[in-house]
């Protein structure tokens, strides 16, 4: 990814932070945070505390899973609460076309139309989470509450 671009994605993810009135900062770091355990381990924090922005395909079209670092999304859980027939993980292209953003450093706000989202509801024992910020170098803090709040996302348990 260009710098230019790299930039873009990252304004992108403060304005809209900002439009939605979220505290937490974008924040740069060093290394990649492509991973949850790359990002945990950058930031001094545990893997849990990780909010994972990951897309799949409920029947077809995009959806948002966020999910805690260290949990594995299970597509049939996530099947049933949507209550379509399959749920597939995406492609690359599929997440960039959903999001504008590459695997990676997918934020959980900032996607060319709102998507259908879930939040995995053990990232809520946590005081703070962190998330991607349009940029595997990216990522900002927030809240179990926040993140409900800014992608009007619904809680649910995801890896069972």
Known sequence: MSETTEQQSVIHVRNTLKLL?????VRRLDDSARTAQEAASALG?????IA???????????????????????TNTIAAILAVAEVTKATAED??????FAIGGVAPVGHPEPLPTIIDISLSQYDEVWAAGGHPHYVFPTSYDELL???AGEAAEVSV
């Open 21 to 25: 009135g979220a505290r937490g900062e």
């Open 95 to 100: 997440v960039r076309q959903a999001t504008g």
């Open 45 to 49: 924090i545990q893997v849990g505390q």
């Open 52 to 74: 994972s922005s990951l897309i799949f395909l409920a029947d077809g079209k995009p959806v948002l899973v966020i999910a805690s670092g260290k949990h594995r999304v299970n």
């Open 149 to 151: 709040r800014i992608t």
